[in-house]
């Protein structure tokens, strides 16, 4: 059973914007937290954002004040507004419960930035 689906990811240039959605089962949502991870090549998967049930957020340093992350709690929605971007933010990205579950790993949306 699919429990979340991840899109908007693509292709961007440095400086771009891309708006990410993550459409999740009602079993994942009812967690008061959930995050958006990433992975890069090479790399760990590491905790970009999360959110609680009340909107308190918090960021990691490397996308405080480029990255904006949002639910909707009718809809069992997850976004991520990615502004400014980065080549160091290439990676794919996922969304999750905080702290993660393995059940609910999706397929994650890729994200490129390059010129």
């Known amino acids: 059973q699919v429990q979340s689906v991840e899109s908007g990811g693509g292709l961007v240039q440095p400086g771009g914007s891309l708006r990410l959605s993550c459409a999740a089962s009602?079993?994942?949502?009812?967690?008061?937290?959930m995050g958006w991870y990433r992975q890069a090549p090479g790399k760990e998967r590491e905790l970009v954002a999360r959110?609680?049930?009340?909107?308190?957020?918090n960021y990691a340093d490397s996308v405080k004040g480029r990255f904006t992350i949002s639910r909707d709690n009718v809809k069992n929605m997850l976004y991520l507004q990615m502004n400014s971007l980065k080549p160091e933010d290439t990676a794919v990205y996922y969304c999750n419960t905080f702290p993660p579950i393995a059940l609910y790993w999706g397929q994650g949306t890729q994200v490129t930035v390059s010129s």
């Open positions: 959110i609680n049930t009340g909107g308190s957020t």
């Open positions: 009602r079993s994942m949502f009812s967690f008061n937290y």
